[in-house]
T-cell receptor, first 109, second 116 residues
């Protein structure tokens, strides 16, 4: 079992809708969870981090964490074409950050 | 967040040669890492660059192939030795910085390496 799992996509969402990206992780001791956005040909850019169970909102982005279910998600409201990118989930485990394989998101006009 | 620069941004190299990639950070950081991202793949941690001691390599990566230097808290180099086409990848330097009260990880712009 991979340590951090994501659906590779592509996930296609119409402009203005909510995009929902999901991630599961295997290490129950993980304490920190991150979402990165990566445009093609660019390096990953941190967009959200979350440490506590529940929701954390930042603008159009909401990260959700459920440690009991070992599940973290990212919601993007009012999706824009500029949100089209690969979204990487990352988990801090044993002092290292482990990345998922990423979900490719496409926002269609 | 820390500002990270890498040189070169890209290079095309011949099989059997070596390339050294530089990573410079605008502030002192304790934790510095090197990652590889092969085409269409996610990030794979190569090693943790330790200041004043040998780097800590992940499974599947060895010092002879990827020697790393970390002479101070703002600079590191990664060398890709005896290159083959399988080494074609993006190589990323990353540091741990503090955002608010929490540690988060930031990435440099990457070095795109093509081996012919």
């Amino acid at each position: 079992q991979k340590e951090v799992e994501q659906n590779s996509g592509p996930l296609s969402v119409p402009e203005g809708a909510i995009a929902s990206l999901n991630c599961t992780y295997s290490d129950r001791g993980s304490q920190s969870f991150f979402w990165y956005r990566q445009y093609s040909g660019k390096s990953p850019e941190l967009i959200m981090f979350i440490y506590s169970n529940g929701d954390k909102e930042d603008g159009r982005f909401t990260a959700q964490l459920n440690k009991a279910s070992q599940y973290v998600s990212l919601l993007i409201r009012d999706s824009q074409p500029s949100d089209s990118a690969t979204y990487l989930c990352a988990v801090n485990a044993a002092s290292k950050i482990i990345f998922g394989s990423g979900t490719r998101l496409s926002i269609r006009p | 967040s820390a500002v990270i620069s890498q040189k070169p941004s890209r290079d095309i190299c011949q099989r059997g040669t070596s390339l050294t990639i530089q990573c410079q950070v605008d502030s002192q950081v304790t934790m510095m890492f090197w990652y590889r991202q092969q085409p269409g793949q996610s990030l794979t941690l190569i090693a943790t660059a330790n200041q004043g001691s040998e780097a800590t390599y992940e499974s599947g990566f060895v010092i002879d192939k990827f020697p790393i230097s970390r002479p101070n808290l703002t600079f590191s180099t990664l060398t890709v030795s005896n290159m083959s086409p399988e080494d074609s990848s993006i190589y990323l330097c990353s540091v741990v910085g503090t955002s608010g009260s929490s540690d988060t990880q930031y990435f440099g712009p990457g070095t795109r390496l093509t081996v012919l």
